[in-house]
């Protein structure tokens, strides 16, 4: 598979492919604004998550032919004569319409429009370039310059659109953690941090646009890796007074009649209590007929006053505070720093930990 670009940024786009593990074969650079390569078939897909920015021309790579003449006895000879009429013959035909650096514009509605205009595969095209050229620039408007070249049976068109620029086409990079950015590296978009800031999470670190040659925005969807000391802070906390909710042992219990799913009757019973929890569940009355009651037991509950020792929970109170702080731990990271903080604050008592760690903040 064959790519024509044309676009600004190319090197960082040849850059994102490199870091993707994509093989480039002979890479061929027109000026600094266009460039074409062969890809392999298995990493079409992945290439055309990361050229939508750019000029686009594709082609599939051609078979190569080795022709092999033989002459060993007249058939073949006439065989050879036969196939050069055919192909003299052939050559004033288009067998093959090839459309490059289309964007928004779609492929197959522009070889339609040829199509309309009398120019088709499989046919004689008597329609200078010059002319081609025209229909297309009448029937788009997008198009802001276009040029084809007749080679051999084939007509090839580049197309170059009319750029629209979209302010809110893709979101900034965000920080995923709080954190001092270390190392920025960016393959598209604009840095909205420095090496040294303090980030928190939500911030935006790299902005979705580049700038041109002509000082202008372009958008464009934002790919870096920021990274950084991540801090990663848990506080557990407890009371010295809490209150809790118990059982005090009383329960009553209301029914509910049935036969089959249809409701009979329910009991007599009600619920007086203030604060309760309640639990349901079906018993059956008769073995014969489908019979049965919903029985619901009503459990009264009560505040009861807890008093907490801070020197004896102290320890158990660390302990949740840093398993808390592991397990938001982000990935692939390596950790630098622990530390964790006790502070009794009026009836309370906080334990902070926070660990720091190397890793990727937007990530």
């Known amino acids: 598979m064959r790519f024509d670009l044309k676009g600004y940024n190319l090197d960082n786009l040849i850059k994102i492919l490199y870091l993707k593990k994509v093989t480039l074969y002979n890479l061929i650079r027109y000026s600094n604004e266009h460039l074409s390569f062969e890809i392999d078939d298995k990493d079409e897909k992945k290439v055309k998550r990361y050229i939508a920015n750019f000029k686009v021309g594709r082609t ?15 058939g073949i000879l006439l065989g050879v004569f036969l196939g050069i009429i055919f192909g003299i013959i052939a050559s004033n035909y288009t067998w093959q319409i090839m459309v490059y650096g289309t964007v ?23 329609t200078s370039s010059e002319d081609i050229e025209n229909i297309l620039l009448k029937n788009y408007d997008r198009i802001a310059q276009v040029s084809v070249i007749k080679q051999g049976s084939a007509i090839i068109i580049n197309v170059s659109e ?104 329910s009991g007599k019973m009600k619920n007086s209590f203030a604060l309760f929890e309640s639990v349901r569940y079906n018993e059956n009355i008769s073995r014969l007929v489908p019979f049965s009651r919903d029985v619901i037991v009503y459990y009264e509950l009560s505040y009861v006053e807890i008093t907490h020792d801070f020197d004896l929970e102290k320890d158990d109170l660390i302990e949740s505070s840093r398993l808390g702080a592991y397990e938001m731990l982000p990935s692939y990271t390596k950790i630098i720093d622990e530390h964790t903080e006790i502070n009794v604050v009026s009836d ?13 903040i937007n990530d």
């Open 104 to 126: 928004e514009l779609n492929e197959e509605e522009i070889i339609e429009v040829l199509k309309d205009n009398g120019i088709r595969v499989g046919k004689i095209n008597l």
């Open 162 to 265: 009319k750029l629209v620029y979209l302010d809110t086409e893709y979101q900034p990079i965000i920080a995923k953690f709080n954190g001092i950015v270390s190392e920025i590296n960016i393959i598209t978009g604009t840095s909205n941090v420095k090496v040294g800031d303090y980030v928190n999470v939500g911030d935006p670190l790299v902005l979705p646009f580049n700038i041109n040659s002509d000082g202008e925005k372009v958008s464009v969807e934002p790919i870096a890796e920021i990274r950084g000391n991540i801090f990663i802070t848990n506080t557990e906390e407890i009371k010295r007074i809490e209150y809790i909710l118990e059982k005090t042992g009383r329960s009553v219990k209301t029914y509910q009649y049935k036969i089959f799913d249809f409701n009979l009757f």
């Open 60 to 74: 599939l790579n051609k078979l190569k032919r080795v022709p092999k003449l033989v002459a060993i006895n007249i």
């Open 348 to 360: 309370s008592m906080y334990a902070s930990t926070t660990i720091t760690v190397e890793g990727v």
